[in-house]
C-alpha cells in the first residue's frame, strides 16, 4: 500500500508539474504587444506607469489568458474581442495574476487593457501576459492613426464616475477613468488618447492651495516627467505625436478662495508655450470643465478667452476653445459633486462633436 501511495504521489508531482508548465509567458517587451501612454520601460520586464488611460493591447491565439501585474497596481478595464468592457483589480500582496479570459475557442482574439485609476498611490507595473496552454501571441491590429492627447484634472480622471452620491467622498473604487469623457470621446473618434491628468491639480495653483501657487506640483511642474510626481526620466515627446491636445485645467485653481486671475492668467499663457514647443504640429483646445460655476466660470472663460485670442493674434492660429456645458444636477452628480456617468455622457458626445468639425475626422 505504501508503494501504491508513493507511486500516486509521484504521479500527483508529475501532473501539477506539467500543468505548470502548460503556459506562455508573454513579457511587457515582446514586440507583439501594443501600448498608449507614458510608460517607462527601462526594465523589460516590468513596465512603470502612473497616469490613467495607460492601454496595452494584443491579439493572441489561446483559451486562456491572465494578466501579470506588480500585486497590488489597482483597477484595469478589460475587453476581449468585441465583449463588454469589465473591471479586474489587483488589490492584495500576492495577487499579480489575474484570469481575464477563459473557455475561449482557439483562433484569433484581441485584448485591450486599460489602466482605469491614477495610479500615484498604487505605483502600478505591467509585467506581461500569461497565455494558457500552447497560446501564443499574433500580429496585433494597428493602433488608430488619430491621435489626442488630453490633459487635466479630477474630471478627466474619471473622479466619482461609478458613484451616484455626491455627499461620498473619494474612493479608487468608485474612479473609473475608462467610461469618463475623454475615452468616450476618443473611441468615438476612433482614435489613441495619452492622458496627463491628476485629481486636484491646476496650472498654477492646485485645489485650496496658496494664492502664490504650487509650482512645484502643479500641472507644469508635472507635464515634462514620464511619471507622476517622479523625476527620474524626462518624456520623451517624440514617443506620442499628437494632433490634438485638450487641455481641461482651472477648476482647481478657481474652486476655493484665495486665487488670483493675474498669476493664472500668465500660467496659462507660459503652459500654452510649454505645449506648444513640444508639439509643434499640434492644434492646441483649452476646455473650461463642467464644475465651474457663476463669477468662478466667467473667470475661467475671460481668461482662457484671452489668452487663445493673444496666441492667435502673435500668430498661432491653432489654439483654440470649447466649453462644456456645466452640469447642474439634472444627469445626478458622482462622487464630491464631480460628473456623473451620464454627465461624461454628455460631455464625451459634445466633445466628439467639436473635435469632428476641428480636425475633419468625419
Not at 493572441?60 to 484595469?76: E, N
Request: some cysteine.
Amino acid at each position: 500500500m505504501l508503494k501504491k501511495k508513493t507511486i500516486m504521489a509521484a504521479l500527483t508531482v508529475a501532473a501539477l508539474a506539467t500543468s505548470a508548465t502548460a503556459q506562455t509567458i508573454v513579457a511587457p517587451s515582446d514586440p507583439a504587444l501594443n501600448y498608449v501612454g507614458r510608460i517607462v520601460k527601462s526594465n523589460p520586464q516590468s513596465y512603470k506607469f502612473s497616469y490613467p488611460g495607460t492601454l496595452v493591447t494584443a491579439a493572441f491565439d489561446a483559451t486562456g489568458l491572465k494578466l501579470h501585474c506588480k500585486p497590488g497596481s489597482g483597477y484595469f478595464m478589460v475587453q476581449i474581442d468585441e465583449g463588454e468592457p469589465f473591471k479586474v483589480a489587483f488589490r492584495g500582496e500576492k495577487d499579480s495574476l489575474v484570469q481575464v479570459a477563459t473557455a475561449l475557442p482557439r483562433g484569433r482574439h484581441t485584448l485591450r487593457a486599460m489602466y482605469c485609476i491614477e495610479g500615484y498611490e498604487y505605483l502600478p507595473e505591467f509585467r506581461g501576459l500569461v497565455l494558457d496552454g500552447d497560446g501564443r501571441l499574433l500580429p496585433p491590429d494597428a493602433l488608430p492613426s488619430r491621435k489626442i492627447e488630453f490633459i487635466g484634472n479630477s474630471i478627466t480622471c474619471g473622479y466619482g464616475s461609478e458613484s451616484t452620491n455626491p455627499y461620498e467622498h473619494f474612493s479608487f473604487e468608485t474612479e473609473n477613468h475608462y467610461i469618463g469623457y475623454a475615452q468616450i470621446c476618443a473611441r468615438a473618434l476612433n482614435a489613441q488618447a495619452q492622458i496627463v491628468a491628476r485629481s486636484g491639480i491646476g496650472v498654477y495653483r492646485n485645489y485650496s492651495g496658496p494664492k502664490t501657487g504650487n509650482p512645484k506640483d502643479n500641472m507644469p511642474a508635472q507635464y515634462l516627467y514620464t511619471l507622476y510626481n517622479d523625476k527620474s526620466e524626462k518624456w520623451d515627446f517624440s514617443r506620442y505625436v499628437p494632433d490634438v491636445v485638450c487641455i481641461n485645467l482651472g477648476t482647481n485653481d478657481l474652486s476655493t478662495n484665495g486665487y488670483d486671475v493675474k498669476l493664472l492668467r500668465q500660467a496659462y499663457k507660459d503652459f500654452l508655450a510649454t505645449v506648444r514647443q513640444n508639439n509643434p504640429t499640434a492644434k492646441i483646445v483649452f476646455l473650461c470643465g463642467s464644475m465651474l460655476t457663476g463669477k468662478e466660470l466667467e473667470i475661467a472663460k475671460k481668461t482662457l478667452n484671452e489668452v487663445v485670442a493673444e496666441a492667435n493674434g502673435a500668430g498661432d492660429k491653432e489654439v483654440y476653445r470649447f466649453d462644456f456645458t456645466p452640469q447642474n444636477g439634472d444627469l445626478k452628480y458622482g462622487a464630491d459633486f464631480h460628473p456623473s456617468l451620464w454627465q461624461h455622457e454628455k460631455m464625451g458626445a459634445e466633445l466628439t462633436a467639436f473635435l469632428r468639425s476641428l480636425m475633419g475626422w468625419f
